[in-house]
């Protein structure tokens, strides 16, 4: 699989499955993280496998939204850090918001492995969630978080999240934005923001956009966050999936 | 995730993940058949979660391609066995139809998993892949069969199958019976009966489809199975998914 020619039509979701089987092996990723990525990889067929327009307009919403926030935060779970761990360092220091590390099935290891993937990736420094700060509105593991981190974000980056979490977030005034494939899930429906795209696609693009907004003043950011629908992109991304790739 | 109640609306859904996932820990499921089950609840959230007609009519033409069968074969892989066993086990029996282990990634271990997966569901022999037995056309580990089992079948069913293995068998002029819940893949485009419907609910349907159909003579099999047209069964598996469910 490895072996796989970058000219091969399904270089980047052969090269995907590589870097998040090895997640699993290195302790990063979990079993049902792996079942995950298999739905996002059927959605993004669907869509044709490109960055459709719904997407570009919320990656400039999001870009807008992380660049005007007081405290924005990046929550980054197995995945995330197995397929793009470089982007979400390079995302930390563009907006200056740090990284946590919040998971779903309770695992000291896994997240201390998903803290060294992140180091290995140039981090310098990861939140962890600490036992004593908890968020209300949610059952799992994923109340703890870190006191310095999402407690007390305004902003909070939840790249292929569940909805549950994502739910908890919002009942909490912070505004949400996320990157999910299926544009019917819950946390697609509950985010401010939803950039219905493959992450590593998504990624690089929202790097390019903070860069060439970072200009803007606030009122300016302000605007491209106020006249964002993100019911509109979704009925969009909806009816694209159901048009086909 | 397994104390999750039956009347739970996603029940079928969580149980199914909590089956792969103890395939994976026992070494019944490779990291990659967590990804392709995945895929495989996205294309079954699309369709409805629902068998549906197109399923029912692809279900009668493999029963009786099954019922007129010489030689019979049912190639059993990692995320079939960890979902399915005592279905495959009783297909076997309703069809006079051998088991024969047949998986991607080479793994001898992971081989006599499986086979212990099926023989503590009740059955009673297992064929495993032999080195001095290979089919052409075929690069990966599939290629080795068993000499009295796929080797010598006029008919094979491989549900949850990838495409090179389909076309080889094809290719063989075997006749070629599977279940995919996309049907875009290679391996639902090149069967002879391509099942689209979900594997824990069409395997229930395939045995009592076969129950009732037992008593027909080979002229009326035959009619049911040269009636069938697979192309215009995945046309409406494919005009579903796109309406949606």
Redesign the interface.
């Known amino acids: 699989m490895t072996d796989v020619p970058e000219s091969h039509p399904r270089y980047v979701s052969l090269r995907m ?1 590589d870097d ?2 090895r997640g ?1 092996e290195q302790g990063v990723t979990s ?2 993280g ?10 993004d ?2 869509i044709g496998e490109t960055t459709q327009p719904f997407a570009l307009s919320a990656i400039r919403s999001a870009a807008a939204m992380l660049l005007r926030a007081s405290h924005p935060v990046i929550s980054v779970n197995g995945n995330t850090a197995a397929l793009v761990p470089a982007h979400l360092v390079s995302l930390s220091a563009a907006c200056k918001a740090p990284l946590e590390v919040n998971i779903f099935h309770t695992s000291h290891e896994r997240e201390r492995a998903i803290e060294r993937q992140l180091r290995d990736s140039g981090a310098e420094g990861v939140l962890l969630p600490s036992p004593d700060s908890t968020i209300d509105h949610i059952e799992s593991n994923r109340k703890f978080v870190n006191p310095r981190g999402i407690a007390v974000a305004d902003v909070v980056f939840v790249p292929l999240e569940d909805g549950d979490r994502c739910e908890a977030l919002r009942k909490m005034d912070k505004e949400v934005i996320t990157i999910d494939l ?1 544009p ?1 899930s819950r946390t697609s429906r509950l985010a401010s923001v939803t950039i219905v795209d493959n992450v590593v696609r998504a990624m690089p693009l929202l790097l390019e956009t903070i860069a060439e907004l970072r200009s803007l003043g606030v009122p300016q950011l302000e605007t491209l966050v106020s006249t964002y629908d993100n019911q509109t992109i979704l009925d969009q991304a909806q009816q694209r ?4 790739g």
Chains 1, 2 share one sequence.
């Open positions: 499955r998040i089987a699993v079993p049902h792996l079942i995950a990525h298999g739905r996002g990889e059927a959605f067929y669907m299926n019917m999936l159901r048009k086909g």
